[in-house]
Structures are given as structure tokens and as C-alpha cells.
């Protein structure tokens, strides 16, 4: 069965772009690319546009496409992509906004 999450990335001006991923959406899947694509920013600052469009046209199977339907209903994660803070992150069930980088070390019992 998928794990299918949404994306919501948003920059300094607040402008706000959707994504979705059909599958793998688990934090140690779609959360940790997301770390590992906003931590190659570097200096390096994107807007809302640029960032989603990099994700959407990687030429590797993380297949990002635009969420043109707002939520899906049948969504396991919302992340947050936060490119003024360059951070990522979860939406957990109790509606905590959580760093996916902590969420994951709370997964696995790290401190």
C-alpha cells in the first residue's frame, strides 16, 4: 500500500506551493529527502517557484508533482518545507508541527 504525503513549501513572502507524492511518504523516505534537498541549498536562496520545480524535475524516481486539488484525503504526512528557515517540517496526528530531523529521532528512540 502507498504512503502518499503532501508538501507545502513556503518561502519569505509567504507564497505557498502544493505538492504531492503518491508514495513513500514515511519520514525516513519523502522527510529525509526533503532534509537532504533544503541542506543543498547552502547560501543559496530559493523561492517557492525555483524550489518546487528543482523537486518536481529531479531526474530520479522521487516523482513530486503539483498538487492541483489542494489536500488529498488519503494523505499519511503533510510536511512544511520553511525556506526562510531552510528547515523541513511534519504535521504530526495531534497537529504539532514538528522539525522532521527530531521526528525522526523520536521514531528510532534517539535522543
Do not use: P, W
Not at 503539483?66 to 525556506?83: F, K, P, R
Not at 526562510?84 to 522539525?99: A, P, S
Amino acid at each position: 500500500m502507498s504512503t502518499r504525503c503532501n508538501i507545502s513549501i513556503i518561502d519569505s513572502d509567504l507564497h505557498t506551493i502544493l505538492l504531492y507524492h503518491h508514495h513513500d511518504g514515511y519520514l525516513s523516505g519523502v522527510g529525509m529527502d526533503l532534509v537532504k534537498q533544503v541542506k543543498l541549498l547552502q547560501d543559496r536562496s530559493y523561492d517557492t517557484d525555483e524550489f518546487a520545480t528543482m523537486l518536481i524535475k529531479r531526474q530520479d524516481d522521487t516523482e513530486y508533482e503539483l498538487s492541483t486539488q489542494g489536500l488529498h484525503g488519503d494523505i499519511e504526512y503533510l510536511y512544511q518545507v520553511n525556506l526562510t528557515k531552510k528547515k523541513v517540517f511534519v504535521v504530526m496526528k495531534k497537529g504539532m508541527l514538528v522539525n522532521v530531523e527530531d521526528a525522526i529521532k523520536d521514531e528510532k528512540g534517539e535522543e
